[in-house]
């Protein structure tokens, strides 16, 4: 009953919201066009006292006569249900367990301690408040004396955990190997504190960039950022221990983000969205707004977005100016399988977060789900693990031609032609119901189904479309030099690599990745015949009658889906297309011949699409 009682609406949605507005009332209205901010003063207190705490403004543009203040950087979860009370301003005031414990592990028994929380300082039902303190966030975190990084309450292990980590961090590095976890208890504190849901948020990002002096905190043990990160780097540099690479990239990042000499990267906030697009956010055009307080000059590099803009369209405006300048297409190639409401070519980047942050283990997994980033190219904004050094060149290595759309946010017109057209198409491999196991039932079973819509089954391995079918299903170039590199016939390469014995000297490790990469090249992916007769292999969307074509500033070919025109007549009608996704395509993959050339002599047909 009370599970039932939680997801519902009324308990996910209302009640919430009806504390905020309770909590409202407290909030004196902030200048907006000035930097004025909201801080506590959490009153002394032991831990049996009631908690107490003063709101009040300052104005971070005024240095001299502001008094100090720390900040607050920890994980919302929990906020759905504010059972907590507390004073605020002697008044009721409602909190999260999350929160509310925080708040007793910074309170001081003698001493009031000034401090800035989101939820508390920034009035959350009032949407114009928002979005100008957002603005801010960066301002804030750089002028706190102390970030406090909050990663949950302890246990009775949690001050063996820190002991360790100091330990690690501080000893001399050749003698770390023999140091050794003394207990299970200390173990668990340990992978307690390293799958805390801090570690996947965005909003960390900045907030640990911009601090000063940043302390991780769980109860009243504290280490400093400096000893944590430590620990990281060594536990990574040392076998004995395997910590996730996900924790290593963001250590070194706030590292590299924290020098003198740090410059914003060339793209700006592009660049920032890709590097950490796999953190989570709760709202999500936070994926993107809230980087912009690591740029030094976000009014340079960044597209004019607003937040109270609807999530879609604001991904759209993100996307569209990058794409136009860019002169290539491999951002909107990013939208296959993540595209945004009503606009297939922009970038949801909400669903270019990372599954399972919290579902692995900490000491040893730290791969993404093969859903994310199964792409053939798009090297212009992420190297793809899959087809590294096979540089295909569909479209003669020309630059995209791309405009926008004035008065229609969804609408993108590129330039390439039309080759083929899909005719049938095969059943798609949805790792969500093939076994883990590869060469199982269902994974055979639809591989079987491909094989007879080539034409097969074949006797011979080495029969010519035996060849053309298994070349197309792992993506293998036709490139004389590369297909030496795996082996002449690959068909062989399907079947051994799934169920033929291991090459002699080879370990296991070595075929588990090969086939984990085979796995995430076929993951959503489906094989196709087009109506001339070439094989290929596409994202699950495409279906009979979608167009394979070659766009300029693609190095690969795409799969658009061109929807009817309109039965009845509408003034300057013109036909539009929606981007599917990109595709592997047999005697596609390298341009013969000089582009230049045969669009002179109209060997091809170039033309305009209108994407939607």
Avoid at 310 to 335: C, D, E, G, Q, R
Avoid at 358 to 374: G, L, M
Wanted: with cysteine; proline share 5%.
């Amino acid at each position: 009953m009370c599970r039932v009682l939680f997801w519902d609406p009324i308990f996910e949605n209302i009640v919430p919201n009806a504390y905020l507005y309770w909590n409202s009332r407290l909030y004196e209205e902030l200048d907006r066009p000035s930097q004025e901010i909201r801080t506590l003063e959490i009153l002394p207190g032991n831990s049996s006292d009631a908690m107490r705490v003063k709101i009040s403004i300052i104005d971070l543009s005024v240095e001299l006569d502001n008094p100090s203040f720390d900040a607050l950087s920890y994980s919302w979860g929990g906020h759905y249900m504010l059972r907590r009370v507390i004073r605020a301003n002697e008044q009721v005031f409602f909190v999260s367990a999350t929160v509310f414990n925080a708040l007793k592990a910074l309170r001081h028994p003698q001493e009031i301690c000034r401090i800035w929380i989101d939820f508390m300082c920034i009035d959350q039902s009032n949407e114009l408040e928002l979005r100008a303190q957002l603005n801010l966030m960066g301002n804030i975190y750089g002028k706190a004396d102390t970030v406090f990084v909050w990663l949950g309450d302890s246990s009775i292990h949690t001050e063996q955990a820190f002991n360790f980590i100091r330990q690690v961090a501080e000893i001399a590095e050749e003698h770390v190997h023999g140091l050794r976890v003394e207990t299970d208890g200390q173990l668990k504190a340990i992978q307690k504190l390293l799958l805390h849901r801090w570690w996947s948020r965005v909003w960390v990002v900045p907030e640990v960039t911009r601090g000063n002096q940043v302390i991780v905190k769980s109860g009243q043990f504290q280490l400093s950022w400096e000893v944590f990160s430590e620990f990281l780097l060594r536990c990574h540099r040392t076998p004995n221990y395997q910590v996730p690479s996900r924790l290593i990239d963001f250590v070194d990042a706030v590292s590299q983000m924290k020098r003198p000499d740090y410059t914003d990267p060339p793209r700006g906030l592009l660049d920032l969205a890709l590097r950490f697009r796999q953190r989570v956010a709760s709202q999500p055009r936070d994926k993107v707004f809230a980087l912009l307080g690591l740029l030094k000059s976000p009014e340079q590099q960044t597209p004019q977005l607003s937040y109270s803009e609807p999530v879609w369209k604001m991904f759209a405006a993100f996307a569209k100016p990058y794409i136009v300048k860019s002169v290539n297409l491999s951002l909107m190639t990013l939208a296959e399988n993540r595209e945004v409401l009503d606009c297939s070519w922009a970038v949801d980047w909400h669903k270019m977060t990372s599954a399972g942050w919290r579902d692995r283990d900490p000491w040893f997994s730290d791969e993404v789900s093969p859903e994310y980033e199964n792409m053939f190219w798009g090297e212009q904004v992420i190297v793809s693990p899959l087809l590294q050094g096979h540089d295909f060149k569909a479209d003669g290595n020309r630059l995209a031609v791309c405009r926008a759309v004035e008065k229609e946010w969804n609408a993108l017109v590129v330039k390439g032609w039309k080759v083929d057209t899909i005719a049938d198409v095969g059943e798609v491999y949805d790792v969500e119901k093939i076994s883990t196991a590869m060469d199982s039932a269902s994974d055979r079973g639809i591989r079987s189904g491909w094989i007879k819509l080539a034409g097969g089954p074949w006797a011979d391995s080495h029969h010519h479309d035996s060849v053309r079918f298994h070349r197309a299903i792992i993506a293998q170039p036709q490139d004389t030099d590369q297909l030496d590199q795996l082996e002449a016939n690959p068909a062989h390469v399907v079947r051994d690599e799934l169920q033929g014995p291991l090459p002699q000297g080879e370990v296991h490790g070595t075929r588990s990745l090969r086939l984990y990469q085979l796995k995430r090249l076929w993951a959503n992916h489906r094989f196709f015949v087009t109506s001339r007769g070439h094989f290929g292999l596409g994202p699950a969307q495409a279906k009979s009658g979608d167009r394979v074509c070659v766009l300029f500033g693609c190095r690969v070919p795409v799969i658009l889906h061109e929807w009817p025109k309109l039965s009845f007549k509408v003034p300057n009608q013109v036909d539009y297309y929606t981007f599917v996704g990109q595709a592997y395509v047999e005697h596609l993959m390298h341009y013969e011949g000089d582009v230049e050339l045969d669009i002179e002599s109209k060997k091809i047909e170039v033309e305009e699409f209108l994407l939607h």
